[in-house]
C-alpha cells in the first residue's frame, strides 16, 4: 500500500490520472450525445456494448490528434479536443430536438434558411433541464485543465495510445470466447469492414450506424463518404429497379373517360403545413376547427381521405413534395431533396408541362433559397417560383399575406400552382392568434394542453385564409375550371402537442375534379400514392409510375413493403437516371 500511495503522489502521476479525468468528462458528454440522440428519440433497443467502445475511442483518437497536432502541448490538445467534441454533441442534439436524429452534412449548405429572425422562436426549443449536465461537466472540465502543465512529453503520446489501444484489446477478448471457427473470426473481421457499414447500415439505418460507430467513423467519415457520392448500384440492383418500374407501366392500362378530368382545368395545389385529420374531425362546443375544409368534405362531389400516412423521412417538408410530386419514398437519414436537386426528374410538374402544355408555378412563403427550393423546381419541372418571403416579413409569410398576394397575381392559364403554407408551424406554446386580427372562438377542454389549444387555434386560422381564396376564385370566375387539392405535408413534430392521445394521420381533399368521389379507394392510403392518382386523373404518360398505389385502379394495397423501400432507396441513392426526363 505504501508503495501505492507514492506512485500515485508522483506529480507525473496525478497529471495522467488528472488528465484521465478530463477524459471521462468528454465521454460523458459524447455518451449523454447518444442517449438524447438516440436512444431516447430514435429507439430504446439496447445496442451491445460497442457504442460504448466508440464513445471512448471518440475521445481518446480526437485527442491523440490535437496532442500530434500541437507538439505535444497538454493543455491546448485538451481544449481543442473538448471544443471539438462538443460541438458535435451541441449540434447533433439541438438537431435532434426538432428532426429526432443525427446531423447531417447536408445540413451544412442550409445557411441560407437563417435569413431574418423568424428562428429565433425555435431556440428555447432547442435545449432542456438535463443539458445542465454540459454546464456541469464544463465547469468541472475548465477546473481540471487549469490544474495540468503544458509541457510536451512523448510519454503522452504513448500514454493516449493505450487509452485506444487498450479497450480495442479487452472488447476483441470479450468476443473472442465466443469464436469457434475460422469463420467466426472472419465474420468478426468483415464487421469491422466499414465499407459493408456503409452499404448495408447506413443505407437502412443511418443512425444506428452513428450510434454504433460513433462521430469519427459513423458521423465523420461514414457520413460525409456516403452524401458525397451516389452509391454504385450492384447489377442485381439495376435489374431489380428495371423490372420493378417495367411492371408497374405494365399494370397502368388506360382507365375510362369517366375517371379523367375534362379538359384542361387549372389545378390548384395546397400542402399544408403540418396539417392533422384531427383539426377537421375537432368540434369545440358545436363549432367546427376548420370549417372551409370541412365543406369541401361534405360536398358528395368531392373525394376526400382523413387516414393518410405520413411518407416523410429526413428531410420534412421537403419530404412531401417528393411524395406528392414522384411517387417516390424519402430517405429516412438524409434529406432526399439533396439527391433530387442533381437530376432532372419525371414530376407532376413537368409532366403536365410537357404534355397537357400546362405553366407550372409553385408560391413558397419564405425565399426561393430555402430548403433548396429553387434547385428542387427545375428538378421537378416548376417554371414560375412566387417568393413570397421577403425583408419586411423576416422571410416567414403567413397565411393571410399569401392568399392576399395571390389574388393580385395573374396565372398564365392552363396552370398548375402549388401553394406552400406556413402558419400552421410550430412551435405552439404561444398564443399565435394575438398578433394577428383573427380571434379564437372557442373555449377550449381544460384537458387540452396549451400546445394543442394554440395549434387549433393555427388551423383555424389557416383554414380562414383557405375560405377567402376560394371564394376569390369563385368570383373571379375561376373555380368551375379548377381542380383543388389539398393535402398535408407532414405531421407536428412529435410532442410538440403536448398531447399523445391523437392520431397522426393526415387528410387529403381533391376536389371539382368531376370524377365520381366513390371511384376512389376509401381506406388508409399513403402520401406516395396521390402521384399515380394525379397520372390517372389527367391521363398522363409516363414509364414512372411511383412507388404508390393509384386510388382510381382497383386492388388497392397501401402496404409499403421491404422491397418497395429498398428499390426508392436504391434510385434516390444512385439510380435516378431511371426517372431522368
Request: proline share 3%; aromatic share 12%.
Amino acid at each position: 500500500m505504501k508503495n501505492i500511495a507514492e506512485i500515485l503522489n508522483r506529480k507525473g502521476t496525478r497529471e495522467h490520472l488528472l488528465m484521465l479525468f478530463l477524459c471521462l468528462l468528454m465521454y460523458i458528454n459524447v455518451g449523454y450525445m447518444h442517449y438524447e440522440v438516440y436512444f431516447s428519440k430514435i429507439s430504446s433497443e439496447w445496442c451491445g456494448t460497442r457504442p460504448f467502445l466508440s464513445a471512448w475511442i471518440d475521445v481518446a483518437a480526437t485527442l491523440l490528434l490535437f496532442l500530434l497536432c500541437t507538439a505535444g502541448r497538454r493543455k491546448s490538445a485538451f481544449v481543442l479536443t473538448y471544443s471539438t467534441l462538443m460541438v458535435f454533441v451541441v449540434a447533433n442534439m439541438v438537431y435532434s430536438r426538432f428532426f429526432n436524429r443525427y446531423i447531417t452534412p447536408d445540413v451544412l449548405d442550409e445557411a441560407a434558411n437563417f435569413r431574418g429572425s423568424w428562428w429565433m422562436q425555435y431556440v428555447p426549443h432547442a435545449f432542456c433541464w438535463t443539458d445542465l449536465l454540459l454546464v456541469v461537466t464544463t465547469l468541472l472540465f475548465g477546473w481540471g485543465v487549469r490544474r495540468i502543465e503544458q509541457k510536451r512529453t512523448r510519454r503522452d503520446l504513448l500514454w493516449v495510445l493505450t487509452l485506444i489501444v487498450l479497450p480495442c484489446v479487452l472488447y476483441t477478448l470479450k468476443l473472442a470466447v465466443h469464436w469457434r471457427t475460422a469463420d467466426d473470426v472472419k465474420a468478426w473481421i468483415d464487421s469491422i469492414d466499414f465499407r459493408e457499414d456503409t452499404k448495408l447500415e447506413f443505407m437502412f439505418n443511418q443512425e444506428y450506424a452513428i450510434m454504433r460507430n460513433g462521430i469519427l467513423l459513423g458521423q465523420v467519415y461514414g457520413n460525409i463518404a456516403s452524401a458525397s457520392k451516389n452509391v454504385e448500384l450492384s447489377d442485381a440492383e439495376v435489374r431489380e429497379i428495371g423490372a420493378f418500374i417495367k411492371q408497374k407501366a405494365a399494370d397502368a392500362k388506360p382507365l375510362p373517360e369517366s375517371l379523367r378530368v375534362k379538359g384542361k382545368p387549372n389545378v390548384v395545389f395546397i400542402m399544408v403545413e403540418s396539417y392533422l385529420s384531427v383539426a377537421s374531425q375537432m368540434k369545440i362546443d358545436g363549432k367546427e376547427v376548420t370549417p372551409c375544409l370541412n365543406e369541401l368534405m361534405r360536398d358528395p362531389r368531392n373525394y376526400h381521405n382523413l387516414n393518410v400516412t405520413s411518407n416523410r423521412g429526413g428531410g420534412e417538408s421537403s419530404d412531401a413534395q417528393i411524395s406528392y410530386f414522384t411517387g417516390l419514398l424519402p430517405l429516412q437519414s438524409e434529406m432526399s431533396v439533396q439527391r433530387i436537386i442533381k437530376n432532372r426528374v419525371a414530376a407532376l410538374p413537368r409532366l403536365l408541362h410537357e404534355q397537357k402544355g400546362y405553366h407550372t408555378y409553385i408560391t413558397i412563403p419564405t425565399n426561393r433559397f430555402f430548403w433548396h427550393q429553387n434547385e428542387a423546381n427545375l428538378s421537378y419541372g416548376i417554371d414560375h417560383t412566387i417568393e413570397l418571403g421577403n425583408y419586411e416579413n423576416g422571410y416567414w409569410c403567413q397565411d393571410e399575406e399569401i392568399f392576399n398576394r395571390l389574388q393580385n397575381v395573374k396565372l398564365q392559364e392552363p396552370y398548375m400552382n402549388i401553394i406552400l403554407t406556413l402558419s400552421m408551424h410550430g412551435s405552439y406554446d404561444t398564443d399565435f392568434l394575438a398578433e394577428t386580427p383573427v380571434r379564437s372562438p372557442f373555449n377550449y377542454p381544460s384537458r387540452f394542453s396549451a400546445e394543442f389549444c394554440h395549434y387549433l387555434d393555427k388551423c383555424f386560422y389557416t383554414d380562414l385564409q383557405i375560405e377567402r381564396y376560394i371564394a376569390y376564385l369563385k368570383r373571379s370566375g375561376q373555380y368551375d375550371n379548377t381542380v383543388l387539392i389539398v393535402c398535408s405535408d407532414h405531421e407536428p413534430k412529435e410532442g410538440s402537442l403536448g398531447m399523445d392521445d391523437w392520431s397522426m394521420s393526415l387528410p387529403l381533399i381533391i376536389a371539382n375534379t368531376h370524377i365520381a368521389a366513390e371511384m376512389f379507394y376509401v381506406g388508409s392510403i399513403n402520401q406516395i400514392d396521390l402521384y399515380p392518382t394525379m397520372l390517372d386523373m389527367f391521363g398522363l404518360q409516363s414509364e414512372w409510375r411511383g412507388m404508390g398505389h393509384s386510388l382510381l385502379r382497383k386492388g388497392y394495397n397501401n402496404t409499403i413493403s421491404d422491397t418497395q423501400r429498398r428499390i426508392s432507396n436504391n434510385i434516390l441513392r444512385g439510380g435516378l437516371r431511371f426517372l431522368q426526363h
